[in-house]
Every structure is written in structure tokens, then in C-alpha cells.
């Protein structure tokens, strides 16, 4: 047993020596085991995972959720607008239809539910997959700075706080048009490459703090009993490092994840409100973009985006923090 | 003339506003609001060689106040030998008087050319190789001097030196005597030598043969007739610009000696211009401008949706804001159905052209295959046009308005904006050209531009074309379109009217001798030589006979080679504080007419 165990289990009431009763069996609950039912009883946590599950499934089905509505991607065009750009059906000059719910696009005539629902992909797409490199680029680099002493710990600090002193909108900006001229003339290449670019800049100033909190948990691990006992025994560091530290380590790095997909979700929609994000796909920023100037004569075109980002982001930051308050031993309820 | 120019987008939120429109007439802020694109709109062919000063100001203007101009765009230069965009050059008339000028004409609402510094539109040799025109009495600059015939001899000839001062209208290096041999005031001989493609005849210094002056007369020679100088000549190139004040050439912009009712008080380029009352300038002498307002403040590269919700709700100084940009389409419907008195309106001499590049795409069914597939009404209103407004179905190249237009369809049935994905794909495939690739630019940061070009490559699927769009950014779009070896076979962009007749069209972008150009001039790479013959022809005629010849080159050419897609006539649509009076639409420039402009009681 590893030594946060034995601290988890001396803080639950159940081993307090000789109060057991004989008829009650004791039983051992993994700390992940009590972390879990600590969440399940918390309602808010519960409401958020709801709420987070229902944009994943919208994420995930989301061309079967167009068919259900009946309504296609950036189909439309002019027939769908009057003479002044705005659309001949739905709000915001005509009442609600089903045939639009979330009303059709001023100058494009394009479907605003699919675009919707196609820009919940994009964002939990972009989120996700960010969150697993940066938090895998922050775990393993955390370890090894925190186990090695000497010279791979200082260059490995210096590269953090390196990475942590640039700025990120900069980058940003400087290789958005990088890409486009690179992959000016194969519009497949070019979203693709848009999607790979975002996301590595995205994880590349994602890691850092990840990357430091586990090297400071790895310092005061490394030196307890069950390391060194570890090392006498002749175990490997690989071993060492994965199945004996970090283990102990799941807990910041499950409130990294929790906390660092929500970011991610406003990083990417505020890239492309600045208009160096993705171009060849739906998302939620770009809809807001173009939505902003048009918030005086139609609302809902800004409002359902916004609606969007609020929600999920709100949802995720809720239930980051119950796991956290869940994995921490030293909350109690 | 250009299309308005903008500095690099400083922020993604300038990058929001629409691509630059030059734009037309019509349209009063007054009573008579159009509603309407007016079919037959004017471009400033009407003359009058007897106008006299001083302009009327109109019984309702409030002296003094400041009117505050906002753009999204920002003027390159200033200098007046450098202006050629349509912004530039309305601004500079408030500032440099010309030889001679447009005023708007409230009885046909268009534009006429009238004389500005010269006592009439110039008087022409029997050969038709010399003009002179005659500088009026009582002229001064804003310190008091008085102007000179030398001095706007000494502005003609610094107009040569487009290695000092690049980007001016050149029509002087085609049509004056020694054009191609004369190299400006600046150059030494040394300097000489070092230029491009030097020949030992060139020379350069104030001995230049083509201009003379005798007291109050300027004489041009010429090398060969150009029928339409007298409106060249309302272009700022022919201000007057003294010699001894003009001694570090490339910085005169940061202050040009005024002549006009207005001076430079304070510039700082791509951001603000503040202009305040010249003293010195007598309006008898002016039959154009008026001098109401007590300062004039132009902000540059401002937020367009922002300041066109500040003037729509029209409060405080937003009252007498003025904005020269198209008003985008959200506003528009609300300016148009709320607040019509503050909306200009009208046509302008500008046509948006696809080019098409003939040395790649030569099967002339092809090409006329784009014209079917070119899906203009998505296209246009997914770039936020407003049609019949800011976009007009466009048939002939030449706009209307233009002398001597000849109205004609090409391909047959097609009037500007039908898309028959049938006839072009039947098109394609007689030519066995089913699945050609068509190669035309975007601008990613520019949401309009990508949605422009989402409906593009439907519309083109849709034909049977194979669209290949090649992305670019506002920064690299200009560079992009005019690089020879751009791996484009489409380039889209437009030409507007230097003056209304096809003089200033066709020898300016489809000239054979301009293929291959740096900057790409013709961006076609339109090079036949029956076609060049016949411009040399029309070049040599009387004026009476060019301006229709043009019209009747337009349609041959047209039909004959299909050098271009008609992608619509521009047209404009600006917005205004309620208490601005006399903004109506400078017809050969889709401007505010600012000289007439004034702060209503």
C-alpha cells in the first residue's frame, strides 16, 4: 500500500481500533473508490456530468442529430435570405419554425443549428485531444524533472519557465498565416494542418503548469520510505517511476484534466473570434465572430454559440472542482 | 483608379469589415433618399467649361463645427502625386486644388467636370498634341504666396519620378512628350544609370521638354493625342506644388502646401488627419467647394460596426460623423427601413472582374463555362453585399454612366447574375474539360472572404469545375494577386474609372504590352494582337469617336476572347449623422462629395 492509502484510510472513522462492531464487516475501499462515492453523492457533480455527457453525445452524433432536425450543414445560400441579407424564415423577422431552430445565417443562408452542432465537435474535439497530449507532456515531463537531480532537472526547468514566459496569443498569430501560406493551395491539407497547429500550440502552452506540479509532488515522494524501500530492492526506474509514483499522482492529474479541458474550450473559441483558428470547419468561435456585429437587429445568432461555450465550460469547471474536493484526503464532509 | 487601400489590418477586428468598394452616385441625403440602385446612373461625363465661384452654400448650413469622417480603411499616401485610390483623392480635393475638378450637379445628380485653378477645361491644338490651360487670378498657398504657373509645372514633372514616388496614376508616361524618356526632377545622373532597364536618351532634372510655362499659361506637349486630358487633369497630379518647398520629396506628405479651403493641421498616417480652414484660398475663384464646417477630422483604421452603430443611433458628435465605407448589411436594413435620410446611396464606376488568366485556361468554352457557373447571388451575398445596392448585376465591362457604353449579354441570356450549372457543365463537356481546376484566392482571417469563398466552390462544383481555392491573408492578398508566377488562373479584383470613357479602361488593364509586368497590370495576361491593334486605333481617334469606339471594343472583346467573368457593378451605400448636410455620392469615385459638405443648423 502506498503511503497516500494509509493516510486516506486513517482519516476514514472505520479503523479507529476497538470501536468496530463485530456484526458490521470492514471493508478496504481503494482511495479512487472513495473519491468516487464521495462524487456520487455530490449533486451538483452529478447534475454536471449530465450536462457534459449530453454535449458529448451531441459532439459525437451530431450529423444524426442534423437528419433528426432535418437540417444540413452550410446548405441553403440565397434562396434562404431576403433582399437585405437576412433570412426569409425564422427569427429574427419571422416567427419560430422548426424548420430552422436555431434560425439561418444572415449572408450565407446557412443552417444555424447545424452549425451548432458541428461546432460542439470541433470544440470538445479540440479540447479533448489537447487536454490528453498536454496532460501526458506535462505528466511525463513532470516525473522525470522531479526524479533525476542534478543537471535534467535544471534544463528541464529552464525549458518550463521558458515555455510558461511566452506569450501565447503571439505564437498564435505568427503561425496562423505560417500555415495558410504553407498549405495556401490544398484546402484539405490546410484544414487539417489548421486543426494539427491549433492543437499543438494549444498543448505547447498547456503543459507547463502540469509539468511543475508534479515535479514538486514527485521531490516530496521521492524521498519517503516506500521509494527508497523500492530501490533496495533493486527495482528498475521505470518501475519505479509508473507503478510506484504514479499512482500516487492521479489525483493532480485528474483536476488537471478537469480543470485544463474547459480552458481549452475557451482557447479555442477566443482564437477564432481573433480569426487565427480553424477556417475550413464549423465552431462556435467563428460563429460568434461573425455573429457579434449583428447582435443589435439578431440576437439569437451570438446567444446560441454563447449559450454553448457557457454551459460546457461552466458544466466542466463544476465538476472539476468536485473531483478535486472528491481526491483531495484532506477535505472532509 | 484603384479600389480604396488599406493598411495591413492592425487588429482582427479591422480584418471584420468588408472588402473595399469604390462607389458611385446618386442618392441625397435630403428628401429624395434612392432606394434603389439607379439603372442608368451617372459617371461624370457632363462638362462645363464656364462655371465661375464662388459655390453657393446652401441656406441651411450652420457655420463652423467639425465633421468627423470615420473609415475602416487608411489612405497609403497623401501625397498628392502619389494619390490614385478613391479615398485618397477625395480627401485631397479639400486640400490641392487641380487644374481642373468635379462638382456634383444637384439638377442630374452626377458628377461634371468643371475648371478648378484653370480659367476653363484647357484648350486644344488643332493636332491634338498640345494643351494649355490658363491659371486664374488671386491663387495662393495657405502661407499667403501666390501660386504660379511654374509651380504646376513643377507638380507635372515631379509626377515622372515614379521611382521616388511610386504608385501614382502614369498615364503621363504613355501620353506626354518624352514620357518614357524623362525620369523627374529628382534623379541624378548617376542615379539614372543605377534605374531599370537604363537607355543613354533618358534624363531626369528641371528641364523637362514636354511642359513650358509663359506667366499665367502652362503648356503640355504631347506625344500622342489624349483626348481625355482635360479630365486627367482634376486628378491631384496636376495641383501646384512649389519648387523650393518641396525639398525632401518622399516626406511632402506629411504636410502638402494647401490651395483648397481646408490644410493639414495635424497627420499621422494609417490613423487621424485633422484639417482646419485656409485663410488664404477665395472662394471667387472656386465654382466647386465650399469652406463651412471650421475642421474636418478623418480617423483611419477604425472599427466599422462599432461607428456604424454610433451614427445610426445619433447622439452627440455621431450627428455629424460621416463614414465612407458600404454600410455592412445588418446596418443597412436598419438604416434603410429606420433612419433612410441618413443613408447615401448610388452607383459607381467601378466593375468587379474574375480575371481569367488566358495562358491557362485558353479553351474559350471553358471560360465561358465560368460565366454559367459563377454562382453570383450566394457569392455575393456571402461576402455581405447587398444586391441591387453594394452589387448590381453587371453585363458590360464598362459601367453605366461610362460615354459611348455599349449595353450587351455575353454569353447570350446572360444577364449578370444567372447560374445554369447545365449550360456550363454541357460547355465542359464539349470542351473535355469536365473536372477543370479552377485556382482563385481567399483571405482566412476575412470571415466574409472564406464564406465568399464556400459558396464559390459550390456554385463551381455544382458547373463541373474542380474548384482549387488557394488561401491567403489580408496581409498577402494584394501581393498574391498581382505576382506573375502566383499559382492562381483566376484573379479577382476590379477597375474603376479614371474618367468615363473606355479610354481610361481598356489600354490600362487589357493592353498586350502590359502582360508580364511587374505588379500585373493586366492581370488577364490578355495579349492578342488583333485586340491591341484596334485599342491603337481607337487611341488616334477624335473624342467624339473614341468613346463610342470603346463601347463597341468592349463588346468585341468580349465576345471575341472572354478575357474576364463579370462578377457585378459596384455601387454604394454610406452612412450619416443626421445633422450633416450635403453628403451626396461622387459618382466618378463612390465618395462623399466632401467639398459640398457642411454642418446643417
Known amino acids: ?333 | 483608379m484603384r479600389l480604396k487601400k488599406t493598411v495591413v489590418a492592425a487588429s482582427a477586428v479591422a480584418a471584420l469589415a468588408l472588402v473595399a468598394a469604390c462607389g458611385g452616385g446618386g442618392g441625397g441625403s435630403a428628401g429624395n433618399t434612392q432606394q434603389s440602385y439607379k439603372g442608368g446612373g451617372g459617371a461624370g461625363a457632363g462638362k462645363n467649361a464656364t462655371a465661375q465661384g464662388p459655390a453657393a452654400v446652401p441656406s441651411d448650413a450652420a457655420s463652423g463645427g467639425t465633421m468627423d469622417v470615420v473609415t475602416w480603411a487608411a489612405p497609403g499616401t497623401l501625397d498628392p502625386t502619389r494619390t490614385y485610390y478613391t479615398d485618397s483623392g477625395e480627401i485631397m480635393n479639400l486640400v490641392t486644388r487641380a487644374l481642373t475638378q468635379y462638382v456634383y450637379d444637384p439638377k442630374s445628380d452626377d458628377m461634371v467636370l468643371e475648371p478648378d485653378m484653370a480659367t476653363d477645361l484647357g484648350q486644344v491644338s488643332k493636332d491634338g498634341l498640345t494643351w494649355t490651360f490658363t491659371l486664374k487670378d488671386g491663387l495662393k498657398y495657405e502661407d499667403g504666396s501666390p501660386v504660379k504657373a511654374e509651380d504646376v509645372a513643377y507638380a507635372i514633372k515631379r509626377s515622372f519620378a515614379i521611382d521616388t514616388l511610386p504608385d501614382g496614376p502614369t498615364y503621363q508616361l504613355t501620353f506626354f512628350k518624352d514620357g518614357d524618356l524623362y525620369k523627374g526632377p529628382f534623379a541624378s545622373a548617376a542615379q539614372l544609370k543605377k534605374m531599370k532597364g537604363y537607355k543613354s536618351d533618358w534624363y531626369s532634372g528641371d528641364d523637362y521638354k514636354g511642359v513650358e510655362t509663359d506667366g499665367n499659361k502652362i503648356t503640355i506637349h504631347l506625344a500622342k493625342p489624349f483626348p481625355d486630358l482635360d479630365y486627367y487633369a482634376s486628378f491631384p497630379v496636376f495641383t501646384a506644388i512649389p519648387q523650393s518647398k518641396d525639398t525632401d520629396p518622399t516626406s511632402y506628405e506629411q504636410h502638402p502646401l494647401a490651395t483648397g479651403p481646408y490644410k493639414f493641421a495635424d497627420y499621422k498616417p494609417g490613423a487621424e488627419l485633422k484639417l482646419v480652414k485656409n485663410d488664404q484660398w477665395d472662394p471667387n475663384t472656386d465654382p466647386g467647394r465650399i469652406q463651412s464646417v471650421d475642421g474636418w477630422d478623418f480617423k483611419f483604421s477604425q472599427n466599422q460596426a462599432k461607428d456604424e452603430n454610433a451614427i445610426l443611433g445619433d447622439k452627440g458628435n455621431a450627428q455629424t460623423t460621416v463614414s465612407y465605407d458600404n454600410a455592412l448589411a445588418q446596418n443597412y436594413k436598419r438604416a434603410s427601413t429606420q433612419a433612410p435620410d441618413q443613408l447615401t446611396q448610388g452607383t459607381s464606376p467601378c466593375t468587379y472582374f474574375w480575371y481569367i488568366d488566358m495562358k491557362k485556361i485558353t479553351d474559350k468554352r471553358v471560360r465561358e463555362a465560368l460565366s454559367w457557373a459563377y454562382p453570383y447571388q450566394d457569392a455575393w451575398k456571402a461576402s455581405g453585399y447587398i444586391i441591387g445596392v453594394t452589387r448590381q448585376p453587371g453585363t458590360s465591362l464598362l459601367p453605366p454612366g461610362t460615354a459611348g457604353r455599349v449595353e450587351y449579354q455575353y454569353p447570350e441570356g446572360q444577364d449578370g447574375q444567372t447560374t445554369d450549372p447545365a449550360k456550363s457543365k454541357a460547355l465542359l463537356k464539349e470542351a473535355g474539360a469536365l473536372g477543370f481546376k479552377i485556382k482563385f484566392s481567399y483571405k482566412t482571417d476575412v470571415p466574409e472572404s472564406v464564406s465568399g469563398k464556400d459558396a464559390i466552390v459550390k456554385g463551381l462544383k455544382a458547373g463541373g469545375f474542380d474548384p482549387q481555392p488557394v488561401a491567403s491573408t489580408s496581409a498577402k492578398e494584394r501581393e498574391l494577386q498581382s505576382d506573375n508566377n502566383a499559382p492562381l488562373n483566376i484573379r479577382s479584383s476590379g477597375w474603376c474609372s479614371d474618367w468615363p470613357t473606355g479610354g481610361s479602361w481598356f489600354p490600362a488593364i487589357f493592353d498586350g504590352a502590359l502582360v508580364g509586368q511587374a505588379g500585373m497590370p493586366n492581370k488577364s495576361n490578355f495579349k492578342e494582337a488583333d485586340a491591341d491593334k484596334k485599342q491603337s486605333e481607337i487611341l488616334h481617334m477624335t473624342p467624339d469617336k473614341s468613346a463610342a469606339a470603346w463601347g463597341e471594343f468592349d463588346k468585341w472583346m468580349q465576345t471575341t476572347y472572354m478575357p474576364v467573368v463579370n462578377v457585378g457593378y459596384a455601387g454604394v451605400a454610406m452612412l450619416h449623422g443626421s445633422k450633416v448636410g450635403g453628403m451626396y455620392n461622387d459618382s466618378t469615385k463612390g465618395m462623399p462629395t466632401f467639398s459640398t459638405m457642411y454642418i446643417k443648423k
Open chain 1, 1 to 333: 500500500m502506498t503511503v497516500s492509502d494509509a493516510m486516506l484510510e486513517a482519516s476514514t472513522p472505520d479503523l479507529t481500533p476497538g470501536g468496530a462492531e463485530p456484526d458490521k464487516e470492514i471493508a478496504g475501499r481503494s482511495p479512487m473508490r472513495i473519491a468516487f462515492d464521495r462524487l456520487k453523492s455530490d449533486k451538483i457533480a452529478i447534475a454536471c456530468t449530465v450536462i457534459v455527457l449530453v454535449f458529448v453525445v451531441i459532439a459525437i452524433f451530431a450529423p444524426l442529430l442534423c437528419d433528426l432536425f432535418g437540417v444540413k450543414l452550410r446548405d441553403g445560400g440565397s434562396k434562404n435570405l431576403d433582399q437585405f441579407n437576412y433570412p426569409v424564415i425564422g427569427p429574427p423577422d419571422h416567427p419560430f419554425t422548426w424548420k430552422a431552430p436555431l434560425g439561418i445565417q444572415p449572408n450565407t443562408g446557412y443552417d444555424l443549428l447545424a452549425e451548432w452542432l458541428y461546432g460542439a465537435r470541433t470544440s470538445l474535439e479540440v479540447a479533448s485531444i489537447t487536454t490528453v497530449v498536454a496532460t501526458v507532456l506535462g505528466v511525463t515531463i513532470g516525473l522525470l524533472a522531479g526524479f533525476s537531480r542534478g543537471w535534467l532537472d535544471r534544463v528541464i526547468t529552464f525549458i518550463t519557465d521558458f515555455f510558461l514566459s511566452l506569450p501565447f496569443i503571439m505564437v498564435a498569430l505568427a503561425v496562423s498565416p505560417m500555415i495558410v501560406q504553407r498549405y495556401a493551395q490544398n484546402q484539405t491539407k490546410l484544414d487539417r494542418a489548421q486543426f494539427i497547429s491549433l492543437i499543438l500550440i494549444l498543448s505547447c502552452f498547456g503543459w507547463m503548469t502540469l509539468a511543475r506540479l508534479i515535479r514538486g509532488e514527485v521531490i516530496s515522494l521521492r524521498e519517503r520510505e516506500f521509494i527508497q524501500a523500492a530501490r533496495v530492492i533493486g527495482a528498475p526506474t521505470r518501475r519505479i517511476l509508473f507503478k510506484e509514483l504514479l499512482p500516487n499522482l492521479v489525483a493532480p492529474i485528474v483536476v488537471a484534466v478537469s480543470l485544463g479541458l474547459p480552458a481549452y474550450i475557451t482557447a479555442e473559441a477566443g482564437l477564432a473570434y481573433l480569426g487565427i483558428g480553424l477556417t475550413g470547419r464549423p465552431s462556435w468561435g467563428q460563429t460568434i465572430n461573425k455573429a457579434v456585429d449583428w447582435f443589435n437587429s439578431y440576437p439569437l445568432y451570438l446567444y446560441a454559440p454563447v449559450v454553448g461555450i457557457l454551459l460546457l465550460v461552466v458544466a466542466l469547471n463544476l465538476l472539476g472542482d468536485a473531483i478535486r474536493d472528491a481526491v483531495d484526503p484532506k477535505t472532509r464532509r
